[in-house]
């Protein structure tokens, strides 16, 4: 479990050193606060999806974090076999590929 944990912290500072959080705001300018307790229900828990304004630190941070991205894809194309549609045309967007998505996953 250590490793784990150790894992979660990482990468959790990794995106708290790349990027700012802040709370969404409406339309006239107010904060919308995330629901808290708002979670899944059943075996496992995990929040619901909630809004959230999240943003490069500098645009050298978003060099680097973008550098790094497209560095790992080899590493990672094994893993993304189950990604949807949208979020298979996103990463091959980022990448910059021009490959074309299977039409059984269309």
Known sequence: MALAEQAI?????????????????????????????????????????????????????????????LGSAETFQKYERELDVEDRLHVQEQRGSHSIVPQDLV
């Not at 700012?20 to 629901?35: C, H, L, S």
């Open 9 to 69: 912290n990482i990468n959790a500072m990794n995106l708290l050193w790349a990027f700012n959080f802040k709370k969404m705001r409406a339309d006239d300018g107010t904060e919308i606060e995330p629901d808290l307790w708002n979670f899944t229900l059943g075996t496992t828990h995990e929040p619901r999806p909630f809004v959230v304004d999240i943003s490069p630190r500098s645009l050298a941070h978003a060099e680097l974090v973008r550098k790094q991205f």
